[in-house]
């Protein structure tokens, strides 16, 4: 697990300061070890260099022998690496019958052998979560790769016939010759979203390398390929079963034991999130089957409507592990705002990174790797906006007078509470998005603002430049066929999993120097859910349903039929509250006005409905509120 970054093109003379100062601000991806190298092209001169590399190492396998850059025999290939590849031994057989010699016991050598013998075609054998710079110095060339799912990020920016990449925002901000202005089109996805969907990033010219993808960048004239080398393919809805209920159930439980087998591969100790829920439940009870002590941890809290640490300790006691437990306190969270802006690296709406911190932090003290269960919502329709999307069609056939001269007005009429994933804001938010088209409707739903507010809020400026540039939604519907379900999954992974839940995990967990792992992100484990009928997921109304059956007589009843619960923290208290003058200050007219994104008369009005309590708001404002902080943390400076 590193940090990783380059320059590749331009003038060499003080590339190798500049990615130095890259990897510094990168140490928390790595502190065990930096490296960099320069690298001549083949139509160079001994002096003259193409491409420097720099890496920062948190060492996990061959903690001797991993040193990166890594380079082949007569270093013409040279790689820096972010991550693990689990299948490294089974590649390593295979390349050294064909006749490689092997230097290292690092996964990160096989890279270098393995594309030299299959060439970029390399990417489609790894099983692991990666996010790699090759530089190959026979054609002339760097290769970026990065893993089907998107769990390690790689940032890039083409300028003019330079590239430079970096596995962090931060690192490639040290450039000072890249823009840092803000993408119009990019905010005003992160308004929509509460976070930037790939390929864009919030910085102009910054783009974000897309999971399942390689970008071919040639040092002779600066142009640049890019190219998808694995999609998704979803089960229909009506499919018919490939085998009888229980040997499905049955072949989950290998298939999830075998990648959670796969990902335990290491050199230091490790442990496993565990939340209470089921996919870390599910994760922690395959580490058991398969041998050992098992180290887990949770967090809890002292609101009752965000504590599951109950849940928890009673999975760690059923399954016999060592389990260790942090209490968070209120000021435990609130301490960590103020570093929001470094912990984030790029705005996030997603306030549970506090304690997705908080817990990674706790971690480390014990274990330098953790597994955990995210993945297994979205690839078994574990999200109750699933059963709501069923529920919105039989709604929408009801009569359009008992819908709007009833129901509706009762809905608005609700009292506001301030308690986690409350009736009211669930109510409130289905009435909202019901009448609209699945992928719309879902959006609303997911996001902050929909597409009026968002109208209102931007500044004219930005709302000029959106119209010049031009604004859209990603287009993440392609291998959902007709069924709108399958389109709802196919939003969920290739929007909120890889740029919300796996970009918090891998800022919180890297920002604690811990590796976080995802064996429900394994690629057998994707290769078998996806191509599960849609039946086998949502049934009726009961979400992650072969899921759940596999795992009878494993996990207790009582946690196999719990109710979905977020992993948030107390935001519309705390703005009411211990939070209430920070946000008015970072949110105040003048520092709004100053700015130039929003309108001031549409923040203040958000502020006072929420602080009246006439509405919740609490999306909406910690949207803003991270990405004020964000901006005065990084661009300003």
């Known amino acids: 697990m590193c940090g990783i970054c380059g320059i590749a093109g331009g003038e060499p003379a003080g590339g190798r300061e500049l990615v130095h100062r890259m990897c510094s601000a990168m140490v928390h991806r790595g502190p065990d070890d930096e490296g960099t190298v320069q690298i001549a092209g083949r139509a160079q001169g001994a002096s003259q260099f193409s491409v420097t590399l720099g890496m920062r190492r948190l060492s996990i396998i061959d903690l001797a022998g991993g040193h990166q850059p890594m380079h082949n025999e007569d270093s013409t290939v040279w790689v820096v690496q972010n991550g693990e590849i689990y299948n490294h031994l089974e590649l390593r057989k295979l390349l050294a019958a064909a006749g490689h010699s092997f230097n290292t016991q690092s996964d990160t050598e ?76 990019a905010l005003d996805q992160y308004l929509a979203h509460e976070f930037v969907p790939s390929p864009s990033s919030i910085v102009r010219g910054i783009v974000k390398l897309l999971p399942a993808h390689t970008m071919t960048w040639s040092l002779s004239d600066g142009t640049h390929r890019l190219r998808r080398y694995w999609s998704p393919e979803l089960g229909g809805r009506d499919e018919a079963p490939r085998r009888g209920l229980d040997e499905e159930c049955e072949e989950l439980r290998t298939v999830l034991r075998e990648s959670v087998r796969k990902e335990l591969i290491s050199d230091v100790p490790l442990g496993v999130f565990l939340s209470g829920g089921i996919d870390s439940s599910a994760v922690t009870a395959m580490m058991t089957q398969l041998g050992g002590d098992v180290k887990s941890f949770s967090v809890g809290f002292a609101d009752r409507s965000f504590d599951e640490s109950a849940h928890a300790r009673l999975v760690a006691k059923h399954l016999g592990t060592e389990h260790r437990e942090l209490t968070l306190e209120p000021s435990m969270l609130l301490d960590l705002v103020p570093r929001l802006p470094n912990l984030l690296d790029e705005p996030l709406g997603d306030a549970s990174i506090i304690p997705t911190y ?66 009211d804001f669930r109510a409130k938010r289905f009435v909202g998005g019901a009448a609209f088209p699945t992928a719309e409707r879902h959006r609303r739903w997911m996001g902050s603002f929909d597409r009026e507010e968002r109208t209102a809020l931007l500044s004219a400026d930005v709302r000029h430049q959106l119209s010049a540039n031009g604004s859209h939604e990603p287009d993440v519907g392609q291998g959902a066929g007709a069924d709108s379900l399958n389109q709802v999954l196919l939003m969920d992974m290739r929007l909120y999993l890889e740029n919300d839940i796996l970009v918090k995990l891998d800022r919180a967990s890297m920002m604690a120097s811990l590796e976080g792992r995802v064996p429900l992100l394994n690629n057998d484990f994707v290769e078998y859910a996806t191509h599960l009928p849609l039946n ?59 700015k130039g994104f929003f309108d001031p008369k549409s923040v203040k009005r958000l502020i006072d409905d929420h602080l009246a309590g006439r509405r919740d708001n609490r999306k909406q404002l910690w949207t803003l509120f991270a990405f004020e902080l964000w901006h005065d943390g990084y661009l300003k400076s």
């Not at 955990?372 to 709604?395: C, I, K, N, S, V």
């Not at 992650?544 to 009582?558: E, N, V, W």
């Not at 107390?570 to 007219?589: I, N, T, Y």
């Open 110 to 185: 096989v890279l270098v052998h393995g594309y030299e013998e299959w060439g970029e075609e390399m990417v489609e054998r790894l099983n692991g979560m990666f996010a790699f710079a090759l530089v190959d110095r026979r054609k002339d060339t760097v290769l970026l790769a990065r893993d089907r799912m998107g769990i390690k990020p790689l940032h890039y920016a083409i300028d003019g016939k330079r590239l430079v990449f970096a596995s962090e925002l931060k690192a490639l901000l040290r450039d000072r010759a890249l823009r840092r202005d803000i993408d119009p089109v």
């Open 536 to 594: 086998m997921k949502l049934r009726g109304l009961r979400s992650k349903f072969l899921f759940k059956r596999a795992l009878r007589g494993i996990l207790p009843d009582s946690i196999l039929n719990r109710p979905k619960k977020g992993f948030g923290i107390p935001v519309a208290h705390w703005f009411r509250g211990p939070l209430k003058e920070q946000m008015l200050s970072v949110l105040s007219p003048e520092r709004i006005a100053g």
């Open 358 to 423: 908080l817990l990674s932090e706790f971690t480390r003290r014990h274990v330098k790797v953790a597994l955990g269960g995210d993945g297994g919502d979205e690839l078994f329709a574990g999200y109750p906006t699933l059963q709501a999307h069923r529920l919105a069609a039989y709604y929408m056939k009801a009569p359009r007078a008992l819908r709007e001269g009833l129901v509706e007005p009762v809905v608005r009429r609700l009292p506001v509470s301030r308690s986690n994933l409350s009736f």
